[in-house]
């Protein structure tokens, strides 16, 4: 065979291979995206008409300076409602739309840990871009509730009054609720430092941004950030940026948990999270039903938190504290109200007792752990039963005490409230810089108790 023979098969081959390739792509429909166009701006919310798009999907708008990234919140007849996840300025009347084909996603890796970022997933700490090594949806999918396994294990969170009075579960989910200012930050600091977990995922959801640094810097640490992930949506940011931040920390959350590992997740705040969700509700014409609240809000707030807690496939769990503010100090707003019915448990923080130099000011009285009696044995409960009812009885008598009201003698069961009193306060404080292990607080605890018999109360 001649040379010239061997390079016209060669180019014959290489014509059939380009044929088959462009016949291939032919047979594959290339979607047609039809621009829209932006008639309407009201405050946050675009409206936009001439597309289509699923609601959850992100849409480009052009601006003077190039565009901006939209999501698509709602819809009207032809009218889409979107809310853009970024600065709004430059945006020009009938300025094009173009739908996007996708929903948000999280793009994921085990290189996040140690890292900082925002609720888009991009690095705030200056360290580099992080590689993507498997992407999952950012609303995360509805789990089998038969999947998750039962809590029978305690977790240790180094605060002595939680481990002893209100005992953690591994894959619990507990309410942190306080009004401003009554320690509800430097508590969730103690739980970072002290708890023992693989993985920690912090979602810092609508705070001041000053306190990203902080938190960063002076509660996690050099060693406790290499084995953390940090999500940051400051108060600046859009209220959909807010709502992405809290669910991308728990896509992370579930990330690690499906690797098998315990993984600490921390927020804060839910109630920030429940406020960007009534912006966009309210934007979109969304009547108001509690105070202000539209009803997606009460929606919204279980979708979140459900995806915390057991895997019973991986084995990983995933053990969660959401910081709740009291707005006004008031326990049933709306927000507080809906969060306790949705939590494992709450910690009520009071700033009565935060007044009186009293730290942490854990109100005991108010607070519950739903899951104490699966994971504490019989003595440490019956403990626990007694020290509450000696703290009680004496907080409704205290009045009486202070004024020099009560006498001696009168209530065998006052008196010896008075005696314990002393013992169950001093018990109850710790400082911020000293952890109490798990098994320290229940010695402690029965101790104090031991001159008197301990016997299950009803």
Sequence with gaps: MSVATDMRQQQ?????????????????????????????????????????????????????????????????????????????RGLVPNASVIPGQKLYEASLSNALLGRVIDAAGQPLDGKGPIRREKSMPLAGRPGNPLDRRSITEPLDV??????????????????????????????????????????????LIGERGREVKDFVDNILGEQGLSRAVVVASPADNSPLMRMHGAWLATTVAEFFRDQGLNVLLLMDSLTRFSQAQREIALAIGEPPATKGYPPSVFAKLPQLVERAGNNGISGGSITAF????????????????????????????????????????????????????DVASPDHQAAARRFRRLYSVYQQNQDLISVGAYQRGSDPEVDEAIEYHPLLQQFLQQ??????????????LLQILGEVPIETMG
Excluded at 342 to 359: F, M, P, Q, T
Excluded at 431 to 444: G, I, Y
């Design 12 to 88: 014959s081959l290489r014509w059939v291979h380009r044929l088959q390739t462009l016949t291939a792509s032919a047979e594959t429909p290339v979607p047609l995206v039809v621009e829209g166009k932006l008639t309407r701006m009201v405050g946050l919310t675009l409206e936009a008409v001439g597309c289509q798009a699923a609601v959850g999907s992100r849409c480009r708008v052009a601006t003077m300076e190039g565009g901006l990234e939209a999501e698509v919140v709602g819809f009207s007849g032809e009218r889409l409602y979107l809310m853009p996840t970024s600065d709004i």
């Design 158 to 203: 180094g605060v002595v009054a939680i481990n002893s009075l209100l005992t953690v579960g591994r894959g619990q989910r507990l309410g942190l609720f306080a009004g401003s200012g009554v320690g509800k930050s430097v508590l969730l600091g103690m739980m970072t430092r002290y708890t023992d977990a693989d993985v920690i995922v912090v979602g």
């Design 322 to 373: 959401y910081t709740v503010l009291a707005e006004g100090d008031d326990q049933n707003d709306p927000v507080v109200d809906a969060a306790r019915a949705v939590l494992d448990g709450h910690i009520v923080l009071s700033r009565k007792i935060a007044e009186s130099g009293h730290y942490p000011a854990i109100d005991v009285e108010a607070s519950v752990s739903r899951v104490m009696n």
């Design 431 to 444: 400082n911020s810089e000293d952890a109490v292990s798990f098994d320290t607080s229940l010695q402690t």
